[in-house]
């Protein structure tokens, strides 16, 4: 099992950005695709944004493309997710998990280890 922390979250104004970070611990994560998701107060949670585990490939929901960018420093066991350009729609708790595959998949049931979620707040 490997255990996550995400950190990085806070309240920004629209047009900002954050940088959110996923440390990893425990069992490597090195060969497993990471993700990172999100969920709104009364919504399900979403798919924001993937990576394999080499990062050469990566993988974006419509709502964040050009505008977010995902990345993972293996050595650091730490995956990262840039955010520029925030609007207040992108306001939710975000999560890292890790993928039980070695290729990108979007859904929550394919991912098998999530940490606690920070939240991102975004005032228009």
């Known amino acids: 099992q490997v255990q996550l922390v995400e950190s990085g979250g806070g309240l920004v104004q629209a047009g900002d950005s954050l940088r959110l970070s996923c440390a990893a611990s425990g069992r490597t994560f090195s060969r497993n695709v990471m993700g990172w998701f999100r969920q709104a107060p009364g919504k399900e949670r979403e798919f924001v944004a993937a990576i394999n585990w080499s990062g050469s490939n990566t993988y974006y929901a419509d709502s964040v493309k050009g505008r977010f960018t995902i990345s993972r420093d293996n050595v650091k066991n730490t995956v990262y997710l840039q955010m520029n350009s925030l609007k207040p729609g992108d306001t939710a708790v975000y999560y890292c998990?890790?993928?039980?595959?070695?290729?990108?998949?979007?859904?929550?049931?394919?991912?098998?280890?999530w940490g606690q979620g920070t939240q991102v707040t975004v005032s228009s």
């Open positions: 998990a890790r993928s039980q595959y070695l290729g990108i998949t979007i859904t929550p049931s394919s991912y098998d280890s």
